[in-house]
C-alpha cells in the first residue's frame, strides 16, 4: 500500500497533538507522572505514551527522574519561555504597569495569558498590606470562573470561543457564583463586551473579586489580560467603579507599550 502524502500529515499532526496534550497535562498539582497514570490521564495506551515521552525527552521538553522514572518538564521549556520573552517582551512591560496600578488601587494585580484552556499568570504585583489577595503564578486560571477568563473570552475570536465551551464540556462550579450555564456564560460575555471589563465576584475563590481589563495586540485581537484581585469584604460599589476606571487605564496603556492600538471604545471610556 502507498501512504499519501496527505495521510503522511495526518498522521504527523495526530502526533504533535498527542504529544502536546502530554505536555498540558503537566500542572502545580501534579509536576510528576508515573508511566502508568501518565497513560491514564491522557488517555492513552503505554506503547503510544512511551513513544511520544521518548521524542519529547530527546528534545528536551520532558526528562525523568534517574531513580523513580517518573517524568517531569524538561529544561528546554525554560530555554524557549527566555527566548519567548527576549524576543517578544511582555513580562518586562507589563511587570511595571501592575506595579503602578497596584499602588493605585491597593490590591493586587496580574496578568495573564490564554493558555489553551485555562489562563496562565505571567506577572503579579502585590500590595504592602497584610490582607490581600495571594496569587499562585502555577495555578492555571478558569476561564468561565475568573474576570481574566470572561474579560478573554469576551473579546476573542469566535472560534476560539466555540473551541473552549467545546473543551469545558460542563462548567465546573467552584463556588455558588461560578456560571454554570453555556447560556449564562455567553449572556456575560456579551455584557463585558459593552462594558469593557470583567467583573467576577466570588466565583472562584469565596472573597475574591476580580475585574479585568483586555490588552490587544497590533491587529486588534485580545492578547492578554490585566486584572485586580481585590478582598471581596472591603469592596465598595464606588471602589469597584475606581478600580474598573484604573484597570482599563492600565490595559490601554499596556496596549499601547505593546505596540497594540485599543479600539475607540476603551478609549472613550476612559
Same mark, same amino acid.
Given at each position: !500500500? /502507498?501512504?499519501?502524502?496527505?495521510?503522511?500529515?495526518?498522521?504527523?499532526?495526530?502526533?504533535?497533538?498527542?504529544?502536546?496534550?502530554?505536555?498540558?497535562?503537566?500542572?502545580?498539582?501534579?509536576?510528576?507522572?508515573?508511566?502508568?497514570?501518565?497513560?491514564?490521564?491522557?488517555? !492513552? #495506551? %503505554?506503547?503510544?505514551?512511551?513513544?511520544?515521552?521518548?521524542?519529547?525527552?530527546?528534545?528536551?521538553?520532558?526528562?525523568?527522574?534517574?531513580?523513580? %522514572?517518573?517524568?517531569?518538564?524538561?529544561? *528546554?521549556?525554560?530555554?524557549?519561555?527566555?527566548?519567548?520573552?527576549?524576543?517578544?517582551?511582555?513580562?518586562?512591560?507589563?511587570? =511595571?504597569?501592575?506595579?503602578?496600578?497596584?499602588?493605585?488601587?491597593?490590591?493586587?494585580?496580574?496578568?495573564?495569558?490564554?493558555?489553551?484552556?485555562?489562563?496562565?499568570? /505571567?506577572?503579579?504585583?502585590?500590595? +504592602?498590606?497584610?490582607?490581600?489577595?495571594?496569587?499562585?503564578?502555577?495555578? =492555571?486560571?478558569?476561564? +468561565?470562573?475568573?474576570?481574566?477568563?470572561?474579560?478573554?473570552?469576551?473579546?476573542a475570536d469566535q472560534p476560539a470561543v466555540n473551541d473552549v465551551l467545546r473543551q469545558l464540556r460542563a462548567l465546573e462550579a467552584y463556588? #455558588?457564583?461560578?456560571?454554570?450555564?453555556?447560556? #449564562?456564560?455567553?449572556?456575560?460575555?456579551?455584557?463585558?463586551?459593552?462594558?469593557?471589563?470583567?467583573k467576577s465576584s466570588r466565583s472562584f475563590e469565596d472573597d475574591v473579586t476580580g475585574i479585568a481589563a483586555p490588552i490587544f495586540d497590533? +491587529?486588534? %485581537?485580545?492578547?492578554?489580560?490585566?486584572? *485586580?484581585?481585590?478582598?471581596?469584604?472591603? !469592596?465598595?460599589? %464606588?471602589?469597584?467603579?475606581?478600580?474598573?476606571?484604573?484597570?482599563?487605564?492600565?490595559?490601554?496603556?499596556?496596549?499601547?507599550?505593546?505596540?497594540?492600538?485599543?479600539?475607540?471604545?476603551?478609549?472613550?471610556?476612559?
Amino acid at each position: !500500500m /502507498i501512504e499519501s502524502n496527505a495521510s503522511r500529515s495526518n498522521a504527523t499532526t495526530k502526533t504533535i497533538g498527542k504529544a502536546l496534550h502530554l505536555l498540558g497535562l503537566f500542572s502545580p498539582e501534579t509536576p510528576e507522572y508515573g508511566l502508568s497514570d501518565f497513560s491514564r490521564a491522557a488517555q !492513552m #495506551d %503505554k506503547a503510544t505514551t512511551v513513544r511520544i515521552l521518548a521524542s519529547l525527552m530527546t528534545g528536551g521538553l520532558v526528562e525523568q527522574h534517574p531513580e523513580t %522514572k517518573r517524568y517531569r518538564l524538561g529544561i *528546554a521549556v525554560l530555554h524557549l519561555a527566555r527566548i519567548r520573552e527576549a524576543s517578544f517582551p511582555m513580562i518586562a512591560v507589563l511587570q =511595571p504597569i501592575l506595579e503602578r496600578l497596584t499602588l493605585e488601587v491597593g490590591e493586587s494585580t496580574h496578568a495573564c495569558l490564554f493558555s489553551g484552556r485555562h489562563m496562565m499568570t /505571567i506577572a503579579i504585583a502585590e500590595p +504592602h498590606r497584610s490582607t490581600r489577595v495571594f496569587i499562585d503564578p502555577a495555578q =492555571p486560571l478558569p476561564v +468561565h470562573a475568573t474576570a481574566s477568563g470572561l474579560v478573554f473570552l469576551a473579546f476573542a475570536d469566535q472560534p476560539a470561543v466555540n473551541d473552549v465551551l467545546r473543551q469545558l464540556r460542563a462548567l465546573e462550579a467552584y463556588t #455558588d457564583e461560578t456560571v454554570r450555564s453555556e447560556e #449564562d456564560l455567553l449572556r456575560r460575555l456579551s455584557e463585558i463586551r459593552n462594558s469593557g471589563c470583567a467583573k467576577s465576584s466570588r466565583s472562584f475563590e469565596d472573597d475574591v473579586t476580580g475585574i479585568a481589563a483586555p490588552i490587544f495586540d497590533w +491587529h486588534g %485581537k485580545v492578547q492578554a489580560t490585566i486584572s *485586580a484581585a481585590c478582598v471581596s469584604t472591603r !469592596m465598595t460599589p %464606588k471602589l469597584e467603579r475606581e478600580i474598573e476606571s484604573a484597570v482599563l487605564n492600565a490595559a490601554i496603556v499596556a496596549t499601547r507599550e505593546m505596540g497594540g492600538a485599543p479600539p475607540e471604545i476603551f478609549v472613550n471610556k476612559n
